[in-house]
């Protein structure tokens, strides 16, 4: 099974300020059709995940431009600029370009 | 607008079984998969397998295999889950979700809670 390892494991952030979080593939995520299958999703307390990302680095329909992700073959980054109260709680990264699909194992968003 | 209702919290017995449903409304029920996905207590997810309710094909992950069994009724909109055989280790939440196209998931249940407790 590929095993998507997610750095850091929790990260406290100042409103305002830049957040990075990494997702690292024990496989290229890249798919025969060229395309690369790697999604993040947040899951805010007590709510279920909502989607952010999808193929590495397209917003969902919604999302603010303040989420950017990037990355291919194995290494992936979901950036948050401008932090906001609303962005806190725990992220994570999936994929699906390998049978099964695995997810990271999250990274928790605090605020400071 | 597109929605998942999930069936309510379900208390059962160890050995026992369980089946959680998945109401879908708001799109045509037959044209995208339905997923599963397993939360454990204080943990992260777990994506369990797909059931696409035009044809009733299925995918499962292998360590899900036998103990889950995905199916649909169209003429209610409704997906089901059935757990068997069930343990502690099946004490979860579990999301059923659509994606945009296969994946994507970009509609999800509220979550089931099933506890398993003698």
């Known amino acids: 099974d590929v095993v998507l390892t997610q750095t850091p494991v929790s990260l406290s952030v100042t409103l305002g300020d830049q957040a990075s979080i990494s997702c690292r593939s024990s496989?290229?995520?890249?798919?025969?059709?060229?395309?690369?299958?790697l999604e993040w999703y947040l899951q805010k307390p007590g709510q279920s995940p909502q989607l952010l990302i999808y193929e590495v680095s397209n917003r969902f329909s919604g999302v603010p431009d303040r989420f950017i992700g990037s990355g291919s073959g194995t290494d992936f980054t979901l950036k948050i600029s401008r932090v906001e109260p609303e962005d806190l709680g725990v992220y994570y990264c999936f994929q699906v370009t390998h049978d099964p699909f695995t997810f990271g194992s999250g990274t928790k968003l605090e605020i400071k | 607008q597109v929605q998942l209702q999930q069936s309510g919290t379900e208390l059962v017995k160890p050995a026992s079984s369980v089946k959680i449903s998945c109401k879908a409304s708001?799109?045509?029920?037959?044209?995208?998969?339905i997923h599963w996905i397993r939360q454990q207590p204080g943990d992260g997810l777990e994506w369990i397998g797909w059931?696409?309710?035009?044809?009733?094909?299925?995918k499962y992950y292998q360590k899900f295999d036998g103990k889950t069994t995905l199916t649909t009724d169209k003429s209610s909109s409704t997906a089901y889950m059935q757990l068997s055989s069930l343990t502690s280790e099946d004490s979860a939440v579990y999301f059923c979700?659509?994606?945009?196209?296969?994946?994507?998931?970009?509609?999800w249940g509220q979550g089931t809670l099933v506890t398993v407790s003698s």
């Open positions: 979700a659509r994606g945009m196209g296969i994946f994507g998931f970009a509609y």
């Open positions: 059931i696409y309710p035009g044809n009733g094909d299925t």
């Open positions: 708001g799109y045509t029920f037959t044209s995208n998969y």
């Open positions: 496989q290229s995520l890249e798919y025969s059709d060229g395309y690369t299958y």
